[in-house]
């Protein structure tokens, strides 16, 4: 019987579960009694530190130590087994077979992902829907159609498939950048302020090394590097010294680059940080044409500035190097793999946009102690170690157990905006301002919305780095009556179910005139009516615009007729001529914007219509096909009614599944119908409540 003793607890053993063996409390004190005399302290042997998990999967000249769910292949067991020569620990006592059991099966157990094995999380994840609408939104910043809600074979397969789309990952990506390097687009950029969209777009389609992209930011050589980061905004007169344009530049880059806030200390010594005067002037001068004079609080000190990094021990560069030298400088300093804060801002920033809070809060105060520094540690030298790669980077935290496991997020203005009109379909229009054709587009391309404003999109005049995501009342004001929204719903609803009424063409277009006086002549044969439209495009002060249509007449086979001049109209305003019966076949003037109104603080845009019947006041400029829209960045949207099955119920679980990720309640269903039963107006009041449920605005 005592012979079966063995065979009988090996049966047990092989069936029992492997314990979880603790990192803290069973491999740090042997790593540290057995490797610490060569591995620890301030200068580790091949620069590999044994102190933490993260320095293991860090590693030193030889690469990482270990490589998590694969003992075999991890340099550790290979130099303690002596697979690989010199054996370790180098000149001592091999280490025990129990003690070499003990790390292969630490590294095999669970061959957990680097960032969960270092956060020690076991959450559960979010089920597959759930997951695919969070990696949708949070890499194309739109939600998963029902079709594309189940097509996938892996969630690792999903973000590869999302990451791959680049056009799609760069238009939602750029909206995170436009708040950190100041841009913006569908504003008038007054002074030199000069927009880098072109760049910024095509750098993100082709997922631009981050060391790279900083380094165009910096030290734009190139004719299509974006040289509108350095030169700042300049709001035309007299400024505070510490705002000039290489004060901006200074202040900016520092800020997003490498989370230190020089705002104080542009003005004075800082009082609440260890930032000087003279620091943020140093950094400036590397961006300076001509030698700074140092001002305190706005008054002359007398002093020269000289280059000077804000951590000097990395480099600099000559007192009498050339601006072009100086810039060189600034964009090697900012990225060099020594400059470890360079990786730690970054990674901080992408960890925060996708968890919501950042490893080191607040986010731009990279001094303050993180919250888990093995983490940040890893995460930065991964981030090195895989070439600044901004995709690599996203798809690793994405992976994670950390990423996937339930969080209350809220949409982003971008997100809430275009998850409305992807699935009612129902898209602003891209206006050229030339005479031309609109396009359906996504929000970042457009001017602000006082929706989006309420829902936290910035007026990008100075650098965000965090929105703000508190409620406000002006959000609950936008959100419960506001005129953007009504009016998108309005027009949605009626889209979704194939009843929206195309919209006229105009005859004329002017495209935006400023000063200029233009020619019209106009086909109006067979016309019912003239209408004559003046609308605002963004003045600075369209209150004080004066504009109108001069030496104006109707000609047809019996002559002409004149029609009052009407020069001094107020913008917006249309003026309407029945035509009926009357024969006339042209309609002839000359557009003009009154002098008076052409000063630099009206600063005049105007667009002049003519059309032969009342316009659809949301789509005045001529519109091409919804067919020449891109089709991976709007998803075809048919009419919800071809999906009605019995019941409507076909189309409202299509509409609860692109909305929500998924089906709706047998209540919800029948909440639904009865507002469908009204038609438009009942589908309207149902958009209200989808889009306005807290499953709609959060990611959860």
Known sequence: MRKLWPA????????????????????????????????????????????????????????????????????????????????????GEPLSDSQIDLLRAWIDQEPAHPIDRLLHLTAAP?????????????????????EQLTDFPSREALLDRLLADRKNYAEHWISFWNDLLRNDEGVVYHGTRQSISTWLLQALEDNLPYDRFVQALLNPTAPTDPAGFLIGVNWRGDINASQTPVMQAAQNSAQVFLGVNLKCNSCHDSFISRWKLKDAYGLASFFAETELSIYRCDMPTGEKSQPRFLFPELGGVAPDASPAERRAAAARLFTTPENTRFARTAVNRIWKRLLGSGLVEPIDEMDRPPQNPELLDWLASDFVAHHYDLKFLIRRIMTSRAYQAPTVRRLTAEQFADSISAITGEWRLLEPSKPGVATPSREWRLKSTPLTRALGRPIRDQVFTDRNHEATTLQ?????????????????????????PPSPQNLFDSGIVRNEKVPVDVDISGAPELRLLVVDADSYDRSRVIAGWTEAKLVGPGGATTLPDTTNLRVPSELVFPLTGKGYTRFQGTIVVDKASQQSDINPRVRFFVFDQAPDPEHLVRFGDRKEADSSLLPPSAPLRSRFGAGQAGGLSYLYQHTYARNPTPQELSIAQEFLSSGPEGLEDLLWTLFLSPEFLYLH
């Open 476 to 500: 609950a004001l936008e959100l419960a009556n506001g005129a953007t929204l009504s009016a998108l719903l309005h027009r949605g609803a009626r889209r979704l179910l194939g009843e929206l």
């Open 8 to 91: 009988l607890f090996a049966i047990a053993a092989a069936g029992a579960a492997p314990r979880n063996i603790d990192f803290d409390r069973e491999v740090r004190p042997l790593l540290a009694a057995r490797c610490g005399s060569c591995h620890g302290g301030d200068k580790p042997q091949a620069g590999l530190a044994m102190g933490a998990l993260a320095d293991l999967l860090k590693g030193g000249q030889n690469g990482p130590a270990i490589v998590l769910g694969d003992s075999r292949g991890s340099l550790l067991i290979q130099r303690i087994t002596g697979f690989k020569a010199p054996i370790m620990p180098f000149g």
């Open 126 to 146: 979010v089920s597959d829907a759930l997951f695919a609408r969070r990696a949708y939104l949070d890499l194309w910043g739109l939600p998963p159609t029902p």
